[in-house]
């Protein structure tokens, strides 16, 4: 699995332009699975049932992993619409985005060029508005430890930045803990050589 941190859409933007008579609005839009994908698109057919056409793409997981990719043209020529969609989304580095371009026709033809530059143009704008937030690759470990030795757990877990989600306090403490995944194995480490091999450190679940 690849554990190296990627950017996602902090929040939904939207552009619109007016070309030839031709209404284009893009919206963009953060959807970390391809069932939020679909759902975000059907929202925006929804919301422009009116509109001659909802052309669609998104890049629904890491920006490289292109299982997750998919588009639409919408009753557009093909390739003119969904393929420079997914163009943009796909070279701007993005991951977990979508967006649907939806158009009111004004009754004078793009031709295939036209369209191809208005379509991604929109989502070329877009990307220029959207804010992004870097998405950090987790998994939860779980730790055993004696309560002498939560103060140096807790220096520990502070110092790699790690989250505290859960603590169980019995015989022993257990915790656990969400932690970058580059960061396991020094984090564990580092457990490890401070309470003299007494803490344990264990993987919760396979990501």
């Known amino acids: ?74 009753g557009e020529p093909s390739g003119t619409a969904g393929k420079p969609i997914l163009a943009q989304l796909s070279g701007s580095g993005v991951g977990e985005i979508s967006a649907v371009v939806t158009r009111y026709s004004g009754g004078i033809k793009l031709g295939t060029g036209g369209l191809v530059k208005a379509y991604g143009g929109g989502v070329q704008q877009a990307l220029k508005l959207l804010q992004t937030i870097e998405k950090k690759i987790t998994t939860q470990l779980r730790l055993t430890l004696d309560y002498g030795f939560m103060p140096i757990a807790q220096s520990v877990i502070n110092q790699f930045e790690a989250a505290e989600l859960q603590a169980d306090y019995s015989d022993e403490v257990i915790l656990i803990v969400e932690i970058e995944v580059r960061q396991v194995e020094a984090f564990t480490q580092a457990i490890i050589n401070k309470s003299g091999a007494k803490a344990i450190v264990t993987p919760l679940k396979e990501r």
């Not at 554990?3 to 284009?24: G, L, M, N, W």
């Not at 994908?37 to 909802?54: E, L, Q, Y």
Request: glycine content about 6%; proline content about 7%.
């Open 1 to 74: 699995m690849n554990d190296k941190p990627y950017f996602i859409p902090a929040s939904p933007v939207s552009f619109e332009e007016e070309i030839k008579k031709s209404v284009f609005i893009t919206y963009l839009a953060h959807t970390p699975s391809i069932e939020s994908a679909k759902s975000f698109v059907d929202g925006i057919k929804k919301k422009h049932a009116d509109a001659r056409h909802n052309c669609w793409g998104f890049v629904a997981g890491r920006p490289e992993d292109s299982m997750k990719w998919g588009f639409s043209d919408d």
